[in-house]
């Protein structure tokens, strides 16, 4: 491996690499990711568009950002993002996909590979941001090559997945560990969050987690939320929301979950507290954003029991079915519901509901996750238990029946948003670490 590669001085033909431009590196080993990523394929969702939009801002804060990523299938080994953002696709391991839980096999060939496209093309980082252990232990390793600050941004964490896990389907315990690889990453992750420069946590709950089970001192963890784009989500007059709902075809009283189909996005609690919604005498309209409808084993399990869920309250009519929604539909889409709920049984943070909050969509919030102890229950958002159907149930109601909370809760959830949630804001706080 070429653990000795020293950063080298740019020649002063480097083109738009200048010296004067400072220049990060971005790591996000796993998944699809590409500029316009095709969100819901295999280990390609939330973190991605967390890396691009990141990379984004910090480009139009005048760095230059370069996202390394794993090359395979017939990707091209580089892709225009913005101005000052470009991906760069490094080969290891064949053109194969392979799944996240085991790219670390594959690490070390990525590795010398993207060093090597660092040597050659002379550049020169001020600091490095992987995400998620795969890419963690890329970055841990091409950090020490080249003498620069490593930040580590988990989105997250081993030990509170196998927990989970392992309490949500103890009947298949036996199988966790070839599925997930949780013994290689557990303490690949210890390695890592003691090794790195800062450990980027992106929730409270995460932040926690890290201090207990890995012993991390607080002082070597920078809690940092996930940003949105104000310039995209933002709250619009009544007259405009309506044209949107007739434009999609969204009736009155509906309410919205946007997710893959994934046990613990809690798709299954929504649908049965809606049900009962519905038995209070509330004429509402579940909207189900679940991604693509290529669904693998597991996936059509998740749907077919949200199926059982509706056949079980007579809600057949009340409940819709939508594939990917393309990124540009994606704010008209929160504006055009009434209400959007977070139902997942753990969430690490919750962007979907800080983009509807944004819009001034009324939103619910699950209590287990992270979002809910950065927001005023009630004011911000309703914070509610989806594994308690009555109670959620009421949450939906509340917010349906009084006008009142409905106004309150878009004017201060679009406020709180805005003030602490904006991608500008998220990545002046990533840069300030690394002087």
């Given at each position: 491996?070429?653990?000795?590669?020293?950063?080298?001085?740019?020649?002063?033909?480097?083109?738009?690499?200048?010296?004067?431009?400072?220049?990060?590196?971005?790591?996000?080993?796993?998944?699809?990711?590409?500029?316009?990523?095709?969100?819901?394929?295999?280990?390609?969702?939330?973190?991605?568009?967390?890396?691009?939009?990141?990379s984004k801002v910090l480009g139009k804060l005048?760095?230059?950002?370069?996202?390394?990523?794993?090359?395979?299938?017939?990707?091209?080994?580089?892709?225009?993002?913005?101005?000052?953002v470009q991906l760069i696709r490094i080969p290891?391991?064949?053109?194969?996909?392979?799944?996240?839980?085991?790219?670390?096999?594959?690490?070390?060939?990525?590795?010398?590979?993207?060093?090597?496209?660092?040597?050659?093309?002379?550049?020169?980082?001020?600091?490095?941001?992987?995400?998620?252990?795969?890419?963690?232990?890329?970055?841990?390793?091409?950090?020490?090559?080249?003498?620069?600050?490593?930040?580590?941004?988990?989105?997250?964490?081993?030990?509170?997945?196998?927990?989970?896990?392992?309490?949500?389907?103890?009947?298949?315990?036996?199988?966790?560990?070839?599925?997930?690889?949780?013994?290689?990453?557990?303490?690949?992750?210890?390695?890592?969050?003691?090794?790195?420069?800062?450990?980027?946590?992106?929730?409270?709950?995460?932040?926690?987690?890290?201090?207990?089970?890995?012993?991390?001192?607080?002082?070597?963890?920078?809690?940092?939320?996930?940003?949105?784009?104000?310039?995209?989500?933002?709250?619009?007059?009544?007259?405009?929301?309506?044209m949107l709902k007739e434009k999609f075809h969204?009736?009155?009283?509906?309410?919205?979950?946007?997710?893959?189909?994934?046990?613990?996005?809690?798709?299954?609690?929504?649908?049965?507290?809606?049900?009962?919604?519905?038995?209070?005498?509330?004429?509402?309209?579940?909207?189900?954003?679940?991604?693509?409808?290529?669904?693998?084993?597991?996936?059509?399990?998740?749907?077919?029991?949200?199926?059982?869920?509706?056949?079980?309250?007579?809600?057949?009519?009340?409940?819709?079915?939508?594939?990917?929604?393309?990124?540009?539909?994606?704010?008209?889409?929160?504006?055009?519901?009434?209400?959007?709920?977070?139902?997942?049984?753990?969430?690490?943070?919750?962007?979907?509901?800080?983009?509807?909050?944004?819009?001034?969509?009324?939103?619910?919030?699950?209590?287990?996750?992270?979002?809910?102890?950065?927001?005023?229950?009630?004011?911000?958002?309703?914070?509610?238990?989806?594994?308690?159907?009555?109670?959620?149930?009421?949450?939906?109601?509340?917010?349906?029946?009084?006008?009142?909370?409905?106004?309150?809760?878009?004017?201060?959830?679009?406020?709180?948003?805005?003030?602490?949630?904006?991608?500008?804001?998220?990545?002046?706080?990533?840069?300030?670490?690394?002087?």
């Open positions: 491996m070429m653990s000795n590669t020293k950063k080298t001085e740019k020649s002063s033909d480097s083109g738009d690499d200048s010296p004067s431009i400072k220049q990060i590196a971005m790591i996000s080993t796993h998944g699809y990711v590409a500029a316009e990523p095709p969100l819901g394929a295999p280990d390609t969702g939330g973190q991605v568009v967390y890396v691009l939009e990141l005048g760095y230059k950002v370069d996202i390394f990523t794993r090359q395979f299938e017939d990707q091209p080994a580089s892709e225009p993002v913005d101005d000052n290891c391991g064949g053109t194969e996909f392979i799944p996240k839980e085991y790219m670390v096999d594959h690490m070390d060939e990525w590795v010398d590979n993207a060093l090597q496209y660092i040597s050659e093309n002379s550049k020169d980082y001020i600091f490095i941001n992987s995400h998620y252990w795969d890419a963690g232990i890329a970055g841990m390793k091409v950090s020490k090559a080249l003498d620069v600050p490593h930040l580590h941004t988990p989105h997250s964490v081993g030990t509170w997945k196998k927990r989970n896990m392992e309490k949500d389907f103890p009947q298949d315990k036996k199988t966790f560990e070839k599925q997930y690889n949780f013994k290689v990453r557990i303490q690949m992750e210890k390695e890592l969050f003691h090794d790195c420069h800062k450990v980027i946590a992106t929730t409270p709950i995460q932040e926690d987690l890290i201090i207990r089970d890995y012993n991390v001192p607080k002082s070597h963890i920078k809690m940092i939320p996930p940003g949105y784009d104000d310039n995209k989500f933002y709250p619009m007059a009544d007259a405009s929301m309506a969204f009736r009155d009283n509906c309410i919205l979950a946007l997710s893959r189909l994934a046990h613990n996005k809690g798709m299954d609690l929504l649908v049965e507290s809606f049900g009962i919604l519905c038995r209070k005498g509330i004429n509402a309209q579940l909207v189900l954003a679940i991604g693509h409808e290529e669904r693998n084993e597991v996936e059509e399990e998740l749907f077919q029991n949200i199926q059982k869920i509706i056949k079980k309250y007579d809600i057949e009519d009340k409940v819709r079915f939508l594939g990917f929604i393309p990124d540009e539909e994606l704010a008209d889409t929160y504006l055009s519901a009434d209400v959007f709920v977070l139902s997942s049984r753990y969430e690490p943070f919750g962007m979907t509901a800080v983009e509807a909050m944004a819009c001034g969509t009324p939103t619910i919030v699950t209590r287990h996750g992270g979002l809910c102890r950065e927001l005023r229950d009630g004011t911000d958002a309703i914070i509610t238990d989806p594994f308690k159907p009555e109670e959620m149930a009421d949450d939906m109601a509340a917010i349906l029946r009084h006008e009142g909370i409905r106004n309150n809760l878009s004017y201060e959830g679009s406020r709180t948003s805005r003030d602490n949630f904006s991608w500008t804001g998220i990545a002046l706080k990533l840069a300030s670490i690394v002087k």
